[in-house]
């Protein structure tokens, strides 16, 4: 069988991480599915999904380590081109990528302790933010 759902959410963009695990465990909770594997795919080019401890030094960290890795002052041909001031986070979404896959077991998120799924908007600016759940499973 397989569940599609979508979770709405606001951003604040610059790097804004928001955590979705209970979301999604909220699609599978909804679910009739005991076992399987859990989809979050965000619908965006500048934004991502994948998971982390969300504690703050940490967060701090993975935001600090995306500025050296993609800085937002850099030059990017795309804001050459379409000025929108952005590139930067093109980039660091393509580079952490739009989706994760988690296993499902006895109707429960299968985390290690410290994980929680994360979207990471990116963007210059807050935004409208559409994550697709899918499930498969029994």
Known sequence: MIVTKVIHLQTRGDTDIIDITGEVGRVLAGSELK?????AFVAHSTAGI??????????????????????RNAAYAHDRELGEGNGHAH????????????????????????????????????????VIVQLMGE
């Open 91 to 130: 980039i660091r979404a393509s580079i952490l990528g739009p989706s994760i896959t988690v296993p499902f077991a006895d109707r429960e998120l299968v985390l290690g302790t410290w994980q929680q799924i994360v979207l990471v908007d990116f963007d210059n600016r807050p935004r409208s933010r559409k």
């Open 50 to 71: 994948t998971t982390i401890e969300c504690e703050p030094g940490l967060l701090g960290d993975f935001r600090e380590a995306w500025e050296r890795a993609a800085p």
């Open 35 to 39: 076992s399987g594997i859990a989809t």
